[in-house]
């Protein structure tokens, strides 16, 4: 079932990021902003800078994210989506849902067991984060996904 998911978000990709270069709507939230793109200059460490992520939920809710790496876009493979409870800042559960390609990840989940109690019909409830991981194990800042 998660890799139907999975299938979806990847042929929904061009149907969920619109969101054009600047539209940062984070309001302070915690998504940091990259300038300039892929040149290194906004790197303080070996592992991949998050610079815009998103959540929107349809049929599903699908999960976005943009980012850098020193190493260059194919460094970047995967990333966990994370429920967090923000009454309690408990983390209500993690899972590895993006899959990234050329500076952008793609995910989705439904309304699985396994998700409870954040499903996708409840997510107007919690706060969802991203974080990458890079080939070698470095991790990016987790980054609030912003509603779009």
């Known amino acids: 079932m998660r890799r139907l998911g999975l299938c979806l978000a990847l042929a929904a990709v061009g149907c969920i990021s619109g969101k054009g270069e600047g539209d940062d709507d984070t309001g302070g939230g915690g998504a940091s902003e990259i300038d300039g793109g892929s040149d290194g200059s906004s790197f303080d460490g ?76 409840r997510a107007a409830d919690y706060e969802f984060y991203g974080q990458l991981e890079d080939r070698s194990g470095n991790l990016s800042e987790r980054v609030l996904l912003v509603w779009e």
């Open 46 to 121: 070996d592992g991949p800078v998050v610079s815009e992520a998103t959540i929107t939920s349809t049929d599903a809710c699908y999960v976005t994210a943009r980012y850098d790496d020193p190493q260059g876009p194919a460094d970047v493979r995967r990333g966990n989506v994370i429920a967090v409870d923000p009454a309690t800042g408990t983390e209500v559960w993690v899972d590895e849902l993006f899959v990234c390609i050329d500076y952008e990840c793609v995910g989705s989940f439904r309304e699985q067991p396994e998700y409870a109690p954040a499903t996708c019909s």
